[in-house]
C-alpha cells in the first residue's frame, strides 16, 4: 500500500470519527432534553390535579400555606422544584422557597409560552440553586377555559451536562489517538522512503 493511500485512509478515519462524535453529542443531548421535557410536563399535569381542589378555595394566607405543604410534598416525591403563579406571574407557592421571597414570573420565557395557552420550556441559570436548570410551564384554566395561573416544574441539567461531557471526552480521546497513529505512521513511511536515499548516499560516499 502506497504512503498515498494509507494517508488518504487515516484522513478518513479522522474525518468519519469527528462528524460520528458530533451526530452522537447532538443526538444525545437532543434526545435527552426531550424526554426530560416530557417527564416535567407530565409532572406539571399530575400537579395541575393534586391541586385542583386548592385552587378553588378563597385567596387567603390559609391557602398558600396549604399549596406551599402540598408542592413541597410534590416535590419530595419526584425531586422535582415546582412553582405556582396567578395569570399575573406572581408566584403563589414554590416547593423550594418562601413565595414572597421570589420575584414576579411573568416575564420568563417559559412562562410568557404557557400564558400563550401552551405548555412551554427554557433552560436557564439559576441563581438560586446555582445551575443550569430546565423549566417546563403550563397554564392552568378555570372552569370557563380562561388560564388563571401557571404551575412550572423545574430539575437540574447537572445529569444530562456530565454525561455529555464523559461522552465529548471519549470522543476527543478517540480522536487524538487517530490522530496520533497517523502521525506516526507518517513518520515510519517517510523514514521508510529516506532510508534508500541515505544508503545510496552512504554508497556513494564509500566509492
Known sequence: MSRHMILSFLFVAISSITLLGIYLL??????NLTKQTADLNR?????????????????TPERHQHLAQQLHSISTETALRITLMDA????????????????????RPEVQGALQHAKSSAIRYSTTLKENMLYVA????DSEGHP?????????????EATYSEIRNTLLIALAGTMLLALLVSLLLARRQIHPIRQMTKDALAI
Open 43 to 59: 409532572s406539571a399535569k399530575v400537579a395541575e390535579i393534586l391541586l385542583a381542589d386548592a385552587l378553588q378555595l378563597p385567596d
Open 88 to 107: 399575573s406571574g406572581k408566584v403563589l407557592a414554590d416547593s423550594s422557597e418562601p413565595a414572597e421571597s421570589l420575584d414576579n414570573h411573568l416575564q
Open 26 to 31: 447532538e443526538f444525545f443531548y437532543t434526545d
Open 148 to 160: 388563571e395561573g401557571i404551575i412550572r416544574t423545574a430539575s437540574s441539567m447537572t445529569p444530562i
Open 138 to 141: 403550563v397554564p392552568v384554566y
